[in-house]
């Protein structure tokens, strides 16, 4: 009777350790998509595996999910946006720069207007019917009030 407890206790002591060392580990395997799996079970059929120990693995999580590279027409609408802001700034600096040499020709015919007004030299203009007149005095000096305007405002 001896002999069986003995026995019993010695068949009791290899489950509880066969339980403790099938614990012990985990398999590790690829699924059909290309991702690791874990698992304490085996993989089903004749999936290629790994045993790996479960204190060298640490804790078990599953993994998240990964975000999808972008698309080929994602990475197309992509680049399509870029060059159309690229487009954009292009087209805004060339306005800028078209505006700002507008600009300072508008600056240099005032400068020159002022200049010619200035001068003491007679001034002549054309009136409503296409007739030459000269400038008096007192049109003299309202032409050079808003030749000055012109200029405050032009060349800035």
């Known amino acids: 009777m001896q002999v069986l407890?003995?026995?019993?206790?010695s068949a009791a002591a290899l489950c509880i350790a066969g339980q403790c060392a099938a614990g012990e580990y985990i398999y590790q395997w690829k699924d059909?998509?290309?991702?690791?799996?874990y698992s304490d079970n085996p993989p089903p059929g004749n999936i290629?595996?790994?045993?790996?120990?479960?204190?060298a693995v640490?804790?078990?999580?599953?993994?998240?999910?990964?975000?999808?590279s972008p698309t080929t027409a994602d990475r197309?609408?992509?680049l399509k946006k870029r060059q159309q802001e690229q487009g954009?700034?292009?087209?805004?600096?060339?306005?800028d720069g078209?505006?700002?040499?507008?600009?300072?020709?508008?600056?240099?015919?005032?400068k020159n207007q002022l200049?010619?007004?200035?001068?003491?030299?007679?001034?002549?203009?054309?009136?409503?019917?296409?007739?030459?007149?000269?400038?008096?005095?007192?049109?003299?000096?309202?032409?050079?009030?808003r030749t000055k305007k012109i200029i405050a405002d032009s060349c800035k």
């Open 5 to 9: 407890g003995s026995l019993f206790l």
């Open 76 to 78: 197309e609408l992509e």
């Open 115 to 145: 200049a010619a007004l200035e001068s003491g030299q007679r001034v002549a203009r054309f009136n409503a019917q296409g007739e030459r007149e000269f400038l008096d005095d007192a049109q003299r000096s309202a032409e050079v009030e």
């Open 32 to 37: 059909k998509s290309g991702q690791y799996v």
């Open 98 to 110: 078209a505006d700002a040499k507008a600009t300072a020709q508008n600056c240099d015919s005032a």
């Open 58 to 68: 640490g804790e078990i999580s599953q993994p998240a999910p990964s975000t999808a």
């Open 88 to 95: 954009d700034k292009q087209a805004k600096a060339d306005k």
């Open 48 to 55: 290629p595996s790994r045993m790996l120990r479960r204190d």
